[in-house]
């Protein structure tokens, strides 16, 4: 298992520059850099969430996104932020995945305007959930990655072969 971690400020200028170094992370592990995107993805949804949603207008605060990569298993992500929470888009509870119930998620309506990020993330990870308390507002994402899928030599990266941005 290899761990990172990831922090910039919450603004629209920087999350995507800050997304791509997170997924060039990823892109090493998997033997396709097509598998990246939808990776990619699910990360960009979720910061471009704290972006818009965590922080007041002009009083961007930090996120960080911490990367757990279970070789030839899969991906975790605990997207974080330190902001007043969302009524706009809540956190989903514990468990939702795959095909996304709007009854699992208030607020994702297709008639919605707000929140198809959310639904998005829950359609492309195997497991979500989120948690808010002292230590932040967190969304966690699971990706299952087959076997086939991960690079051949993957048990030889390490932390600091790795470009981080």
């Known amino acids: 298992m290899h761990s990172y971690e990831f922090s910039t400020t919450a603004l629209r200028e920087t999350y995507r520059p800050f997304v791509r170094g997170i997924a060039a992370t990823m892109a090493a592990y998997l033997a396709a850099p097509t598998l ?17 949603h965590a922080y ?20 975790e992500l605990a997207v974080t932020d330190w902001g007043r929470g969302c009524a706009v888009c809540p956190l989903p509870p514990p468990g939702v995945s795959g095909a996304v119930r709007t009854s699992d998620m208030p607020g994702l309506a ?32 699971q990706l299952a990655i087959p076997e086939e899928q991960w690079r051949i030599s993957n048990l030889t990266i390490t932390e600091t072969s790795l470009s981080r941005r």
Do not use: K
């Open 56 to 75: 007041p207008e002009g009083q961007p605060g930090p996120v960080r996104v911490r990367l757990t990569v279970n070789p030839r298993v899969g991906m």
């Open 110 to 141: 297709p008639e919605s305007t707000s929140g198809r990020g959310l639904r998005i993330i829950a359609c492309l990870c195997d497991a979500v959930s989120g948690d808010a308390g002292p230590d932040g507002n967190t969304l966690h994402l």
């Open 36 to 52: 990246v995107h939808p990776l990619e993805l699910v990360t960009a949804e979720a910061c471009a969430n704290v972006v818009r």
